[in-house]
């Protein structure tokens, strides 16, 4: 079912890629096309998306949980927990220890074998 919320995140979406293609190397506008692409559950261009950015950006740990969430939804686990870890070392590097709780924890009761 495609409703309003669909085509508000289309529209969403789009003003994201327009200001893109004008400030091509503004990593907060790849960050926002990334989440938008999360919320609209379009998981493989979230996690495109969300790859592009983290190559451009000193992430403080944030887009690698989302990220995770992506590669989670499209049944990737292995990935998932790979980026998990990523952010957990982010988090750390930029002073962020309870988002790093948080990835540990997620870690441990989600992906302990």
Known sequence: MRGKGFVMAASRIETFRQMLESEPENVLVRFGLANEYLK???YEEAVAAFNDYLRRADDEGAAFGMLARAFEKLGRREEARESLM????AAEKHGHPSMAEDYRMTLESDYED
């Open 40 to 42: 609209a559950e379009r």
């Open 86 to 89: 990523r952010g957990i070392e």
